[in-house]
């Protein structure tokens, strides 16, 4: 076990670190299903949940940051989900356990109804976006660099969760190319996947399907763990703006 008594200055480099990632709903484990028990099954959107059931979907704040307002609404025929953030960041996560051999294809879609002026993903001072979907994979942790086993240490000491293993994000920037992958400046453990960008579809409903293995080695270079979490986020807080989005079906295949 890394000392942090014995690294006074980095431990405040690391906790400014452990700060960031979780503000930025970053720093979110899921737990696995318990032994001998069926994997709990994905609850679609629209959707009801619950901070008792972790089957669910479950209401994530984040310390400091005012809530990002989630309720569902009607939307033409359907019902989806609507996000308003306003100089806010907060996230809708669940628990999950997928084998990575039980890995397919992931289908969602989303409406972003205006972009975040000034947000660009890939500065941590303005890293804003206003739809994300959030997948959390776990992994052989020995492989951490010192940065990373150090950071996932002090996660657990503040929190009781690690670092996860690997974060992917599925995001909408503002100009960045689509299809490109973007490192998260503090931990490379965290990356985002730009699959869509610009503001040519603003205002229409967008559907995807994304293969999550071939996403994952794309984005890490190297084969996906077990999926142990999902989440969606809408987020203005380094911005300090106000965005309106929608979320409607998330299907795992």
Not at 196 to 224: L, M, N
Not at 225 to 249: E, H, K, P, Q
Request: hydrophobic residues 40%; aromatic residues 8%; neutral net charge.
């Amino acid at each position: 076990m890394i000392k942090l008594g014995n690294l006074p200055g980095r431990l405040a480099l690391y906790a400014s670190l452990y700060s960031t990632l979780l503000l930025t709903g970053c720093a979110i484990w899921m737990p696995e299903a318990p032994e001998g028990k069926p994997n709990p099954v994905l609850r679609q959107l629209p959707l009801q949940f619950s901070a008792q059931d972790k089957s669910q979907w479950q209401a994530m704040r984040l310390p400091g940051k005012l809530l990002t307002a989630y309720r569902v609404e009607p939307q033409g025929p359907r019902d989806a989900l609507r996000a308003e953030a306003d100089s806010s960041a907060s996230m809708l996560r669940q628990a999950l356990h997928i084998p990575p051999e039980q890995l397919g294809a992931l289908q969602f879609d989303w409406r972003v109804d205006q972009l975040i002026a000034g947000a660009d993903m890939r500065q941590r001072e303005t890293e804003d976006s206003p739809v994300r979907l959030i997948l959390v994979f776990e992994g052989d942790r020995q492989r951490f660099s010192t940065q990373n086993q150090l950071l996932s240490e002090l996660t657990l000491s503040l929190t009781g969760e690690p670092l996860p293993y690997a974060t992917m994000m599925y995001v909408w920037c503002n100009d960045c190319a689509a299809e490109s992958v973007i490192v998260n400046p503090r931990t490379d453990r965290i990356r985002k996947l730009a699959v869509e960008s610009g503001p040519q579809r603003v205002g229409q409903w967008v559907t995807y399907r994304r293969d999550i293995r071939a996403d994952f080695e794309k984005a890490f270079g190297e084969p996906p763990g077990a999926l142990v979490g999902l989440a969606i986020m809408t987020d203005t807080d380094n911005t300090r703006s106000s965005t309106r989005a929608w979320y409607g079906a998330i299907r795992l295949e």
